[in-house]
């Protein structure tokens, strides 16, 4: 077996949308943690913004050249955001991050640190950093529980932006509104190991959040039964090697 080599490139990916205020120290912030640590490129993908976000990303871009944007015409949601920069994406290993600022982007070079021979997914972990609201807070410990009862996803924080996966394995994970909160349970599926690391996380600066916290909550529940029904529909060949 070959032995293991850490990716030498990386494409990270953020989805946003109303993000006017946020997007320029957040690009600040990842040129700075990733800077002389490995060959990137960031890709911002607006999801339909109804504010400045995409003219101010048109204006970064001209002053950084790693800097890609793409633009859904019409808000798609945040899955949808993603998987059109993963399939845009120039590497084979990507790290998404949400566009709010919450996430560290310091953190990202952890995550690469984690990476090991098998694992096609390392997670962010904040269940002891979170800095969100109490309801907040309490609704994703209620479907984190039950998300993890389950689907037996060995992920303590599936709703952290902050994630590295190989864009192959993404890319042959079945495409659904909202399956980023299921990334690792997918990817367990399809027989790839999953690796969390604790991150940090922080207070929004500037804006407030796009999604509503009890509708995100109740929908996310229904779809873990979905989930759930791949998972049982699933078969992991074993291929016979000569």
Known sequence: MAQ?????????????????????DLIFEIRKSLKNKINYEIIYVDDGSTDRTYKNLITLQKTYKELRVIRHQKGCGQSTAVRTG??????????????????????????????????????????????????????????????????????PDTGCGLKLFSRDAFLDLP?????????????????????????????????????????RLLVGIVDIFGVAWLQRRSKLPQIKKD
Request: aromatic content about 6%; proline content about 5%.
């Open 175 to 215: 495409y659904f509104d909202h399956m980023h909160r299921f990334l690792p349970a997918l990817i367990k599926r399809r027989g790839g190991l999953i690796v969390s690391v604790p991150v940090s996380h922080r207070q929004r600066s500037h804006g407030q959040s796009n999604y509503g916290t009890i509708d």
């Open 4 to 24: 293991f080599t850490k990716p030498k490139s990386l494409s990270v990916v953020v989805p946003v949308r109303n993000e006017e205020d946020n997007v320029a």
């Open 86 to 155: 993963v399939k845009h994406a120039n590497f084979n290993w990507i790290a998404t991050l949400d566009g709010d600022g919450q996430n560290n982007p310091n953190d990202i070079p952890q995550l690469l640190d984690a990476l090991k021979e098998g694992v096609e997914l390392v997670g962010g972990n904040r269940r002891h950093s979170r800095q969100d609201s109490w309801i907040k807070r309490i609704s994703s410990v209620i479907a984190n529980s039950v998300r993890s009862w389950m689907l037996q996803d060995d992920t």
